[in-house]
């Protein structure tokens, strides 16, 4: 077949796949017009998924007649003064979304230039320019999209339900609200209204986290850190959840660089990196960060999206923000979100689905099957705890219940009262019950005290009495004894002993009596995970707090283990004033705090 030149419309078409991918693209680019021409108010209506209508009004400066017939060609723009590419400073400069939308439906866009005596309408229909007329309107632009992707049929096919297209449409506003906070906004499907958010006073720190829990919630507003930093030329700011407020997927990490959002990559896994061994795996963090780098220092035109960049020096802009998370996230000492409360309360009054008894079969009424039902299987008391009801019964019409008459009550997480199931502290504060997991908040403890002295001239290594031989499957053996030496640096001494056991003559100090068998077959899958990833004997290097977060485990206190009054306070004690202790190594709350006002209302006090 001879080779041939391709039609205007039909190139025109090729491309808006590029530009147009579906509903919420056309919602992203018509809305970050708006903000380029300086609007203060946007309201967006999408109607259908918004493959029937999209309609985008603003107050912006509007466009004279001449440069609207000039708006839907392809690379027309009034954004780029000339031909440098290297200082772009607003979101589009491609000059392409127009046409391309205009080429795949039925677009109109009606405008007025500040001060213009008249409107000027033109429409598109599948990559037919209409002429231009007058129109009527105030100020600013009005942009209607009907028939979305009419003129390619095909494109439908791979659309998804209306429902889906919806929530596109909503999480790209919002991504743009949250960027823009001085610009109002409004998202609607014609009928009813699902966001409306107004604009907000200058100052990002001081009154954007009002519009951040518009958007991302109540437990955000509640639990969000501030993030600022600043090195050389580039700076960081904006609020960070705490660690134990995450969610399944990354959709509420809202990452903003120069005014634009986006969902680059290295920012995303930088962010990662920095919350850490802070999260459950597979979980994101909630945060919204705004990153400001000088224009020439990063590279926007990557994609058509515009929603990937390139750093001119990725490494300085990394260390910034894995620098500026963890000292936000440091300043929260032991601090838990206080959804995890709530949803234990949720959990409480919810109504539990018992199986149903075996047809024809008698209930056991036996006072011995009553007890294994209601009966914990440990339930231990400090000895103040023990005193008779009426010696610390609170005065009439105290709501407060039991007084606390120790200093420890006066701290954040409380005094000791009891110890449930040997698994679970339960403490008493002036206004709240904290229910510790002794197990998860010693793991931390032991984790963190760990990476401190490794950092600090090593891990202090204690001498065993009769060395323990542990037998293993021999590929564990050869994992383990390849990598002696860098175990050696972390205060644990092994030698082969045979084919197929290791002797271990020392441990790191931390960890006192702890499971050796169980932390060196632990040790030994770390090993084997990372010659599959190719990281071989640099499992240290690669997987240090990995390797020491497995060292803690096997060194902490073990559920089952009945502590003494003064084991539980100290370990409150030591949760206080050590830094990321509201979870464990695996990212697991530590505790949960229970108000005594939600518990009076449990009891229909309140």
């Known amino acids: 077949m001879a080779i041939r030149q391709l039609p205007p419309n039909l190139v025109n078409r090729i491309a808006a796949g590029e530009v147009v991918e579906r509903p919420a693209s056309v919602v992203k680019e018509l809305v970050e017009n708006a903000i380029d021409a300086g609007a203060r108010r946007i309201d967006v209506t999408a109607t259908g998924g918004g493959l029937q209508l999209i309609r985008v009004t603003d107050d912006g400066t509007g466009m004279a007649r001449d440069d609207l017939a000039l708006a839907v060609e392809r690379h027309a723009t009034s954004k780029l003064g000339g031909d440098d590419l290297s200082h772009i400073l607003t979101l589009g400069f491609r000059g392409e979304a127009l046409p391309s939308i205009g080429a795949v439906a039925r677009l109109s866009i009606t405008s007025r230039l500040e001060g213009a005596s008249e409107a ?41 339900s209306e429902r889906a297209e919806t929530a596109a449409i909503a999480d790209h506003v919002k991504r743009l609200a949250l960027a823009h906070p001085e610009v109002a906004f409004s998202l609607s499907n014609g009928e009813r209204t699902s966001l409306r958010l107004e604009a907000c006073p200058p100052g990002l720190m001081d009154h954007g ?121 440091g300043t929260a000492g032991h601090r838990a979100t206080g959804s995890l409360s709530q949803s234990a309360l949720d959990r409480m009054v919810r109504p539990q689905h018992r199986p149903a008894p075996t047809p024809g079969a008698a209930p056991d009424t036996s006072p011995r099957a009553y007890m294994s039902h209601s009966r914990p299987r440990g339930f231990g008391f400090s000895d103040k705890a023990q005193a008779p009801l009426e010696a610390v019964s609170a005065p009439s019409g105290d709501t407060r219940g039991t007084a606390i008459v120790e200093d420890e009550a006066d701290y954040p997480l409380g005094a000791a009262r009891a110890q449930v199931q040997d698994t679970f502290i339960i403490a008493q504060t002036a206004d709240a019950l904290v229910i510790v997991d002794q197990h998860a908040a010693h793991e931390r403890l032991v984790y963190e005290r760990l990476k401190h002295a490794y950092s600090n001239g090593g891990i202090t290594r204690q001498l065993l009495l009769i060395p323990d031989v542990v037998e293993l499957d021999g590929e564990a053996v050869a994992a383990l004894l390849a990598a002696s030496n860098e175990l050696e640096s972390l205060g644990l001494v092994v030698e082969a002993f045979g084919q197929s056991a290791i002797v271990v003559r020392e441990v790191p100090a931390l960890l006192g009596t702890c499971d050796v068998k169980g932390l060196l077959s632990d040790l030994a899958s770390a090993l084997a995970e990372a010659e599959e990833d190719g990281e071989g004997g640099r499992v240290l290097a690669a997987r240090l707090d990995h390797v020491l977060s497995t060292m803690a485990c096997h060194g902490s206190v073990r559920g089952g283990r009945r502590l003494s009054p003064d084991e539980m306070n100290a370990l409150l004690r030591d949760m206080e004033k050590t830094p990321f202790s509201g979870q464990c190594n695996h990212g697991r709350p530590t505790y949960i705090e229970l108000k005594l006002t939600d518990i009076e209302k449990l009891f229909s006090r309140r």
């Open 120 to 160: 000027s309408t033109i429409s598109v229909d599948g990559g037919h320019k209409a002429a231009l007329k007058p129109a009527a309107l105030s100020a600013g632009t009005e942009v209607e999209v009907r028939d979305l992707f009419y003129a390619t049929p095909a494109r439908l096919k791979f659309m998804k």
């Open 209 to 329: 986290l009002e519009r951040m829990g518009r958007v991302l919630g109540s437990d955000f507003l509640a639990d969000a850190l501030p993030v600022s930093a600043a090195r050389d030329t580039m700076a960081a700011e904006g609020f960070a959840g705490l660690p134990t407020l995450h969610r399944a997927n990354g959709l509420q990490c809202y990452l903003v660089v120069n005014g634009r959002p986006v969902r680059d990559k290295l920012i995303v896994g930088t962010v990662r990196a920095a919350y850490g061994d802070l999260l459950p795996r597979g979980r994101y963090p909630m945060l919204v960060l705004f990153l400001t780098v000088p224009p020439e220092e990063v590279d926007v035109n990557v994609h058509p999206a515009k929603t990937e960049l390139r750093f001119r020096d990725p490494n300085a802009v990394r260390s910034l923000l894995i620098g500026a998370l963890r000292d936000a996230l």
